[in-house]
């Protein structure tokens, strides 16, 4: 089982994530496990302050290292304490962080924790990058308002690729080319959008070398 240790200061905007679907479906078979975790609970003061203003002046705020160290240090020793030797890496999402992709998607099922540290404001004090994370990731080329939904993206990602995640049936076909479902023809206006002839052949070779042309 992998879990995924989720650390934001809006766990709100997971719970339908989490509890729809195939994550669910994964969770409740035990094959995936996510913990949402309320950035705010490893603040001491009464404001549960987790950000402050940036050291030479500019816009925004910056969120502050000492409740992120908190929140990692506690989730990563809980989970050595239960189970030692338990392989656990730290994952910092930034816009400048090194792109995700599928292959690191792949290597990462191998692990038994992953801790997600979710940005909000003008971002985190480069301190978490360069003493805390294992990894800083990108989802991709765009700046999102936090790291919400980049977390997201690399849950689903991993989680596909946990063998038992995706029923078989699901999973035998893999779905990079171009598909298609009925109708045949679909009618709009004066256009007649067909589905290519060879789909509906049953020539399974030639469905193979046309899909191959279509990834
Ligand atoms: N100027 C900031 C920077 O370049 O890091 C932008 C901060 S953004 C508004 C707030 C947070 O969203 C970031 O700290 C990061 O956690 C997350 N984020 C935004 N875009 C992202 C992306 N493309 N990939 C991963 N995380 C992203």
């Known amino acids: ?6 650390v934001t200061i809006f766990p709100e905007i997971f719970k339908g994530f989490v509890s729809e679907s195939l994550l669910a479906r994964g969770q409740k078979k035990k094959i995936i496990k996510i913990s949402l975790h309320d950035l705010r609970k490893w603040t001491t003061d009464k404001h549960k302050t987790v950000d402050d203003k940036p050291y ?3 816009v925004g705020m910056v969120m ?9 240090k506690e989730l990563n020793q809980e989970s050595r304490i239960k189970n030692q030797g338990k392989k656990t890496r730290v994952v910092l999402f930034s816009p400048r962080g090194k792109k995700f992709n599928q292959e690191m998607a792949k290597k990462w099922t191998k ?3 992953l801790i997600f540290v979710c940005g909000r404001y003008e971002g985190v004090d480069e301190r978490v990058a360069d003493y805390i994370a294992d990894e800083v990731i990108s989802v991709g080329d765009y700046v999102l308002n936090g790291g919400e ?3 997201m993206a ?3 990602s991993v989680s596909r690729m946990v063998p038992g995640f995706i029923a078989k049936k699901e999973s035998a076909q893999k779905s990079d080319h171009a598909q298609y479902t009925r109708p045949e023809v679909f009618i709009v206006g004066k256009k007649r959008l067909k ?6 052949s049953g020539d399974h070779k030639k469905i193979e ?3 191959k042309k279509h990834l």
């Open 64 to 72: 502050k290292i000492e409740p992120i160290f908190k929140a990692v």
């Open 149 to 151: 939904v980049a977390a």
């Open 56 to 58: 030479g002046g500019g």
């Open 195 to 200: 589905v290519p002839k060879v789909l509906l």
């Open 111 to 113: 692990l038994d924790q």
């Open 1 to 6: 089982m992998i879990q995924f240790d989720v």
């Open 209 to 211: 070398e046309w899909r």
């Open 154 to 156: 690399v849950i689903e």
